[in-house]
Antibody, heavy 116, light 106 residues
Framework: EVQLVESGGGLVQPGRSMKLSCAASGFTFSNYGMAWVRQAPTKGLEWVAT????????YYRDSVKGRFTISRDNAKSTLYLQMNSLRSEDTATYYC?????????WGQGVMVTVSS | DIQMTQSPASLSASLGETVTIECRASEDIYSNLAWYQQKPGNSPQLLIY???SLADGVPSRFSGSGSGTQYSLKINSLQSEDVASYFC????????FGAGTKLELK
């Protein structure tokens, strides 16, 4: 059974950093591109970043470019999102997802609240 | 960015009814479209990909169609467990989502 389990969320002050992790199991992690998708409270879905199966290619939405870094450790079957210079508009539930184009499995999500 | 305009924003329907949700892209997305279902308090789940391919385990009462800039999701014989929000997503370019359709029972 495919499982994606996020961790690392919580309350953080504006301008500070936070790192999210996603532990994957039930499939060969190193064969799949992965992505982070977020959802602000009572809002729609917003793609954040994507990483290729081997980590050689990464893609970001404009509003997080230069602030967020997606990475992966295939030996640990773990996906990461390093978030720097956080802003109030980054407040959302962050989902770890499997896929490069569409997303066929989603984690349960982790809440990130950016507030002073 | 490719803009996805989804309609209606909300929808009320009766059990057994057929429901259709529309999604319009701001440019041709060549059937690079997925549909997701999100039940309250849960993560989204993939329903349809490549505009009309049913994801694993999804009931056959769900179907997708469309081409170019116009796409639709149809739910035949609405069931109570179909109460959810539905989102379209294009992947012809960097992924973008529609604003969602909230489906309720009448």
């Amino acid at each position: 059974e495919v499982q994606l389990v996020e961790s690392g969320g919580g309350l953080v002050q504006p301008g500070r950093s936070m790192k999210l992790s996603c532990a994957a199991s039930g499939f060969t992690f190193s064969n799949y591109g992965m992505a982070w998708v977020r959802q602000a409270p009572t809002k729609g879905l917003e793609w954040v970043a994507t990483i290729s199966y081997d980590g050689s290619s990464t893609y970001y939405r404009d509003s997080v470019k230069g602030r967020f870094t997606i990475s992966r450790d295939n030996a640990k079957s773990t996906l990461y999102l390093q978030m720097n210079s956080l802003r109030s508009e980054d407040t959302a539930t962050y989902y770890c997802t499997r896929g490069l184009r569409y997303f066929d499995y989603w984690g349960q999500g982790v809440m990130v609240t950016v507030s002073s | 960015d490719i803009q996805m305009t989804q309609s209606p924003a909300s929808l009320s329907a009766s059990l057994g009814e057929t429901v259709t949700i529309e999604c319009r892209a701001s440019e041709d997305i060549y059937s690079n479209l997925a549909w997701y279902q999100q039940k309250p308090g849960n993560s989204p789940q993939l329903l349809i990909y490549d505009a009309n391919s049913l994801a694993d385990g999804v009931p056959s009462r769900f179907s997708g169609s469309g081409s170019g800039t116009q796409y639709s999701l149809k739910i035949n014989s609405l069931q109570s467990e179909d109460v959810a929000s539905y989102f379209c997503q294009q992947y012809n370019n960097y992924p973008t989502f529609g604003a969602g359709t909230k489906l309720e029972l009448k």
